[in-house]
């Protein structure tokens, strides 16, 4: 049988989703269910004096009006941070509590106040409007940059500070300062987004009074991690009375990782009431309650020779992580931040510096690439400038910088095990024909319009992660993967993965990895994902981690099951464990011809019995039965890296910019299926580019949040790109058996600097992202200027 | 209240529905059609696109008693014998939906662009569904995709 891993597999899950067969949480309903709508805070910062529910509650139809007193009696605990990060003084971080439904104060717009459940949707929202909040406001804080000298929002956090971390060494970095004959310095916004999955998050909750159990369903990356957390932490039923499902979901992107205040509501309301509790988010609330992206103001220097070698790095960050921290919120801007954030080079000395502040604004966790985004953005801008400074080209500075020694000891924390830098660039000025750029400008200059170059070389840490090493940073949890194989009586087989599949393609490139393990054919295996009663607890999918840490289990359990399997067959054979061998399905003795099918292994491990001429198949102390798990936790990160180069028209009358060519060329290690692995690359580019020249989450200057709306946010679309050209390099991670790296977010990292690159190229001016067709109006427009401001 | 009598997929239904019922909820509400998406409240998404008498609409803000009388084609209406309309095939195989939200919309809406034109360009494509916003491709497969339909169709 051919191997799969390589091919471009059609996927499996497509029929369904195809037809309007899948099924998303939105789209379960239960007998007897009742709706609910939250009572949001309409301002950023104002203290609760009075929750009146009276009239709401005697609304028709109502069936309960639930508020932050209602969670506090019950002693629902509040959502927490995952991720412990101590100042550079030794201090840990400060965290406010963050009850479910707010009790005391309200922290930003869209902060959930009160519940209203009744019979039908209409009837809660009606009911909505008449919970009668009586709020204090007071000013709220919303600039990232002013954060530290605003007014306290919080009695026990001074500067509205969570932490001021560092990783490196400040010391080694003066000398290295000091040696350097040019400083390079950046003082750059990587400005904030919303996630947008195209599934507005939803819940439903179902308990059930006589096995007191709740089944939880909700637009979940991670239902094991949802289970743990509304159990452990928020106290609403113990874990093994509380199943978590996260059916068919429509797209994450970080946002969907952690449970929210809602699941956690509906869940004990569910209980409370005793009858299912429904909610969906409309598109606003989505908007307004959505953990957002990104957020970072940031200074950054780099010392270079003449010559173009780096010698140091310094990076001052503010990172703005809303009204409360998050699961992943605080461990974004620091860990998954900081370590890349001296690119894909040799850098002697280096440090990251992140003042974590809290603002009156939604709070701001993981968006695809989550930390390593604004870390390539940050080293890409000071790279590039460096070259223009120096006069030098983009690419030959920074292969003179590359490391051409694997493993390669990275400045702040990695140890990357393998890369071709030099490869993946040259292929990328090749495929992208940046020897006839000036041709192409002329060309464009020809039309009356400026055409720009801009390079982006990167690395991200994927894979994630080591527990050991994640634990030791801070991390709450290990961060391993888990996989059960099943094989069924009858031959055929069910993967259960603790990671989860909300566009990836698991069930096709899982199925490819087990259908090589096993020699069977991929139509015969199943991938269930997504219910914590079914199959092992798993830390679900995001950070690319799931085929590196999750396929590999599934490896592993192959690997158990095949080693059963040929004790088995030893014994069906009449030979000795050693003399059989496993290939394409089938145990084989050599230079004979006795063989069993892994299915007959399997049928024979169900059936132990003696029977007529079937003697039993079992080894002494074999027990039946033919399934196995495997828990993989990686001994490393993987490390992804790339060279993307975009070029963009300017149309200087208009300011509007376009990218009319975008080359991608990425190692990420062993590929599985190329069709879906482009997919993945082009949905990163687009959000990439859609950081770079369109989107932009705004707050006014009271916390109100502007853009609420597809019509206010500017999501990309069809008519915004061309196709985009992509390549591939590989060299296979040494961490893992499948030497796969992953690939879900390396166009959204690597794409923002590439686009900037391109813009500045053309227009010879600095300027903030987006780029909007108003800033490049104006920047194109303004004399004598070099910086416009953000 | 308002009686409503729409021919949805092929078949006959009359219901009697609130006046504001929109299309979308009496899809997805009331008879269970569940394929087309709801992903906004301002009809910029275009997840839940369907056909009314042949032409593309965006169901979340039509109300259902408005288009009494009319013939109805959701997602669920495409495949005929279990076999997928060659739109569906084409993203299929060239990998144009990866969670599968935006996908009925954007199938409905393609189908569409197909009746009036036969073999677009890539531009033509890309400016037709500009009213579908996906997430997760990037658009390329789904301009390839709808290329490769308009070959089969």
Redesign the interface.
Do not use: S, W
């Given at each position: 049988m051919a191997s799969l891993v390589g091919s471009r597999v059609e996927r499996k899950e497509d029929k369904k989703l195809l037809t309007g067969r899948g099924k998303y949480t939105a789209d379960v309903n239960f007998i007897h269910q009742t709706y609910a709508y939250f009572v949001r805070s309409p301002h950023a910062r104002a203290e609760i004096k009075k929750v009146d529910i009276s009239k709401a509650s005697k609304a028709p139809g109502v069936v309960a009006v639930l508020t932050g007193a209602d969670i506090a009696n019950d002693k629902i605990g509040g959502l927490i941070a995952g991720w412990r990060i101590k100042s550079e003084d030794g201090s840990d971080m400060k965290v406010p509590a963050h009850p479910p439904l707010a009790n005391e104060s309200v922290n930003y717009v869209g902060d959930h106040v009160a519940v209203v459940i009744a019979e039908s949707l209409d009837e809660a929202r009606s009911a909505a409007d008449l919970v009668k909040v009586d709020y204090k406001i007071l000013k709220a804080v919303v600039k990232t940059k002013d954060a530290m000298d605003s007014d306290q929002i919080y009695k026990d956090i001074p500067k509205n500070m969570c932490f001021d971390w560092l990783l490196g060494d400040r010391a080694k970095v003066k000398e290295a300062f000091d040696k350097a004959d040019k400083i390079i310095k950046i003082d750059i916004i990587n400005n904030r987004l919303i996630p947008n999955a195209m599934e507005p998050r939803a819940a439903n909750a179902d308990y059930n009074p006589s096995t007191e159990e709740i089944t939880l369903y909700t637009t979940s990356q991670n239902p094991h991690l949802a289970r743990i957390i509304i159990s452990a932490f928020n106290g609403v039923a113990p874990e093994n009375k509380l199943r978590v499902i996260a059916p068919d979901v429509g797209g994450g992107f970080g946002s969907k990782i952690y449970p929210y205040a809602e699941e956690v509501v509906c869940s004990w309301a569910a209980k409370k009431i005793e009858r299912p509790v429904k909610w969906v988010a409309d598109r606003t609330e989505s908007f307004l309650s959505d953990c957002h992206g990104r957020d970072h103001v940031t200074h950054a220097e780099l010392a270079v020779k003449n010559d173009g070698t780096f010698l140091g790095f310094k990076n001052e960050t503010i990172a703005n992580i809303g009204a409360y921290a998050s699961v992943f919120g605080t461990v974004t801007p620091t860990y998954l931040f900081g370590p890349c954030a001296t690119g894909v080079y040799k850098m002697p000395a280096a440090y990251t510096n992140v003042k974590a502040v809290y603002t009156n604004t939604a709070p701001v966790d993981a968006y695809r690439g989550a930390g390593r985004p604004e870390a390539t953005y940050t080293i890409e801008t000071l790279v590039e400038k460096a070259a223009r400074e120096l006069g030098m080209d983009p690419a030959e500075i920074r292969m003179k910088n590359f490391p051409t020694e694997f493993p390669f000891q990275q400045t702040l924390v990695h140890s990357v095990d393998s890369g071709d830098y030099n490869a993946g660039l040259k292929k990328a000025m090749e495929m992208g024909e940046y020897e006839s750029f000036e041709k192409r400008k002329k060309e464009s200059e020809s039309r009356g319009k400026l055409r720009g170059i801009g390079f982006c070389t990167y690395f991200e840490a994927c894979g994630i992660a080591p527990s050991p090493v994640v634990m030791m940073l801070g991390c709450g949890i290990g961060l391993w993967e888990s996989a059960e194989v099943r094989f069924n009586p009858t031959g055929n087989v069910t993967v259960f993965t603790g990671s989860h599949s909300h566009g990836q393609g698991h069930d096709t490139t899982f199925a490819q990895i087990a259908a090589d393990q096993l020699g069977i054919p991929i139509e015969n295996i199943e991938i269930a994902h997504g219910d914590t009663d079914k199959g092992p607890f798993g830390y679900g999918t995001y950070g690319s981690r799931s085929l590196t840490v999750g396929g590999t289990a599934i490896v592993k359990a192959c690997d158990k099951i095949v080693a059963k399997g040929k004790r088995v067959a030893a014994k069906m054979l009449e030979v000795n464990e050693d003399e059989v061998d496993f290939n394409n399905g089938e145990f084989v003795v050599a230079k004979s011809n006795k063989k069993k099918t892994i299915g007959e292994v399997a049928f024979a491990c169900y059936l132990p019995g003696t029977y007529g001429e079937v003697k039993s198949p079992l080894p002494d102390g074999e027990e039946p039965g033919l399934k196995e798990t495997s828990f993989f936790d990686p001994a490393n990160f993987s490390f992804p890296a790339g060279s993307h180069i975009c070029e963009v028209e300017v149309d200087q009358d208009t300011g509007e910019t376009k990218v009319v060519k975008y080359t991608a060329v990425d190692d990420f290690g062993t590929i599985i299926n190329p069709l879906i692995v482009e997919g993945q690359v082009h949905g990163g580019l687009a959000q990439g580019i859609g950081q770079a020249l369109y989107e932009n989450c705004h707050y006014d200057d009271s916390g109100q949040l502007v853009t609420a709306s597809y019509m206010d946010y500017t999501m990309p679309r069809a008519d915004n790109f061309t196709d985009f050209n992509l390549g591939f390099t590989c060299t296979p991670a040494t961490s893992n058996p499948l030497g796969t790296k992953g690939c879900g977010e390396a166009g959204a990292i690597a794409a923002p600097p590439a686009v900037m690159n391109a813009v500045i190229d053309a227009i010879g001016k600095e300027i903030s992202m987006p780029a909007t067709a108003e800033k490049v109006w104006a920047a194109c427009n303004k004399k004598n200027k070099n910086s416009e401001a953000a | 209240m308002s009686k409503v009598s729409l021919e949805i997929n092929g078949k006959k239904i009359s219901k009697e529905i609130p006046d504001h019922t929109t299309l979308s909820i009496f899809l997805?509400d009331i008879l269970n059609?569940?394929?087309?998406?709801?992903?906004?409240?301002?009809s910029?998404?275009g997840?839940c696109v369907v056909h009314v008498d042949g032409k593309s609409i965006k169901s979340c803000t039509a109300l259902a008693a408005d288009l009494d009388g009319s013939k109805i084609t959701?997602?669920?209406g495409?495949?005929t014998n279990g076999k997928?309309h060659p739109m569906?095939e084409a993203?299929?195989?060239l990998?144009g939906?990866?969670?599968?939200?935006?996908?009925?919309g954007m199938?409905m809406s393609a189908i569409d662009l197909l009746k009036n034109k036969k073999n677009p360009s890539?531009?033509e494509?890309?400016?037709w569904?500009?009213g579908?916003?996906?997430?997760?491709?990037?658009?390329?497969?789904?301009?390839a995709a709808v290329k490769e339909a308009a070959s089969k169709m």
């Open positions: - | 997805r059609l569940t394929g087309t998406h709801v992903g906004c409240d301002t910029q998404c997840a959701t997602i669920e495409l495949t997928m569906q993203f299929k195989k990998h939906l990866q969670c599968g939200f935006c996908t009925p199938v890539d531009t494509i890309r400016d569904l500009e579908n916003i996906c997430r997760c491709t990037g658009y390329q497969n789904i301009v």
